[in-house]
């Protein structure tokens, strides 16, 4: 069954970007709030001084050269504006000058009356309405000599569209920086999607039974760190199945041999009627039996010692005394199959490891090598100390696994010595984090079991 992924809407991607956006229009449509404030409350300053600077002028002419300064004043005004455009226009255009008797009669002024409710002095907010056209208007009254009262108005018509303008730009920006936001999640989220999609694809095929098959490490850095640790575990995964694999096949083919003959022995026992002959072919039996079981004992060290699970009895000991100990051990074995075995070390060589672990190992190998080996043929067990690691290495002449060799050796049936020794030497190095190379060259047959130091040693 094929997995099922989202959309685009519904990846995480997606989401964080579309809350950062919204949160993005949030924070600006308070910016917007604050700014328009600020700048309506501006604007309203400019028009109140405008009206003071203005009303203060005119006062001050009339007082002076009489009234008919304003009637000169506002036809001045009136051609000025005519000859202005709508782009020309400022927030001062568009004053009303009006100059009242005692009994609110306009005497001179634009406007033909005087705006009802209007005080003697001091602010007043009227709605002016000519043919076509209908705006507020901010006024500002001053009481003159004899009776008489000045007002100069000021129409809200721009400083209201300028307002409406900025409020307009501003709300602009923020509906297309959410846009953009959405739509950097949605590119986002697709590109997640699709790499998401090619990972799921990969994990199909190794469902299935494709083993080979590894994640690209190609994309984003963080794709590419997921998929290196990805593709490490599968590595992991595919060599513990081809070692389960291979463990089936050296368990099937460590077990038939002495089932087989024990098989036989019974047989044979079952058909004789001396008791001494009987006897004899149930030891046999019992002999097969307890192979049998030292072979399952061997399967399991090997299957803790490859899970981690084995115990690690870690001390310091020299590599050449334990190598010089066991070619002793073995050197007669060695002589009597027409076979000489001898060990080569620079000396004392430290390391920190499983003693007991380290000689089974050797021992393994040199068993083999005395198994295999042509008659008359040296067999030497060498120890070298490295800067950064030590290695135990017999080599003989031969007809050991073919090439160089890869972390599992072949079946049983494809390579003479490749039983248990050779994996459980192999588990015996790794549980010491190194390594076991089985290298066949033109002169013969070398297992070297590469143990590195530990850092800072």
């Known amino acids: 069954m094929k997995p099922r992924f989202p959309g685009i ?5 997606f989401r964080v970007a579309s809350i950062y956006a919204v949160g993005y229009a949030l924070l600006t449509a308070a910016i917007v709030v604050v700014v328009l404030t600020l700048a309506e409350r501006q604007i309203y300053t400019q028009v109140r001084d405008g009206l003071i600077d203005e009303s203060t002028a005119v006062a001050s002419l009339i007082k002076l050269r009489g009234p008919e300064i ?30 009242a008797g005692a009994h609110g009669h306009v005497l001179v002024g634009d406007l033909d009356y005087w705006p009802k409710g209007a005080p003697a002095s001091g602010w007043y907010r009227f709605r002016i309405s000519e043919p076509g056209d209908r705006h507020d208007a901010l006024a500002l009254i001053t009481a003159l000599p004899h009776g008489r009262h000045l007002m100069v108005a000021q129409s809200l018509a721009t400083p209201k569209a300028l307002v409406s303008s900025i409020r307009l730009w501003i709300g602009v920006g923020a509906a297309l920086a959410l846009l953009a936001g959405l739509a950097g999640g949605a590119a986002v989220g697709a ?12 994990a199909e095929r190794i469902r299935a039974g494709r083993l080979d098959e590894r994640l690209a490490t190609g994309g984003s850095s963080e794709r590419s760190m997921l998929a290196v640790s990805f593709n490490s575990m599968l590595d992991r995964i595919e060599a513990a199945m081809l070692g389960l694999r291979d463990m089936a096949t050296r368990t099937a083919h460590e077990m038939k041999r002495p089932l087989t003959r024990t098989d036989q022995a019974l047989a044979r026992a079952a058909a004789l009627d001396d008791v001494d002959a009987v006897h004899r072919e149930v030891a046999v039996a019992r002999g097969e039996i307890a192979e049998l079981a030292g072979r399952i004992n061997a399967l399991l060290r090997l299957a803790r010692m490859e899970s981690g699970s084995a115990p690690r009895f870690f001390s310091d000991l020299d590599l050449a ?7 002793d ?11 000489v075995l001898r ?37 030497v067990v060498r120890v070298a100390d490295e800067p950064d690691a030590c290695t135990l290495a017999v080599e003989d002449t031969g007809a050991g696994p ?6 599992r050796p072949g079946t049983p049936d494809q390579a003479p010595g490749a039983g248990l020794g050779l994996p459980i030497t192999r588990a015996i190095a790794r549980l010491h984090d190194g390594e076991l190379e089985l290298v066949r060259g033109e002169a013969g047959f070398t297992a070297r079991i590469r143990l590195p130091r530990p850092a800072g040693a």
Not at 402 to 407: A, D, V
């Open 402 to 407: 073919s090439g160089p060799q890869p972390l």
């Open 9 to 13: 809407l519904g990846t995480t991607a």
């Open 329 to 339: 051990l073995y050197a007669p074995f060695a002589e009597e199959s027409g076979r």
């Open 343 to 379: 060990v080569e070390s620079p000396g004392r060589v430290p390391y920190t490891g499983d003693r007991q672990l380290l000689a089974q190992a050797l021992e393994n190998l040199i068993d083999n090598a005395i198994r295999y080996a042509p008659a008359g043929r040296d067999i």
């Open 321 to 327: 005394t334990l190598a010089a100990d066991i070619v």
């Open 70 to 99: 304003l009637r000169e004043i506002v036809r001045v005004r009136s051609s000025q504006e005519e000859r202005k455009t709508g782009a020309e226009s400022e927030i001062h255009d568009l004053r009303y000058y009006v100059l």
């Open 191 to 202: 590109k997640v999607m699709r790499e998401i999609r090619d990972a799921g694809a990969t």
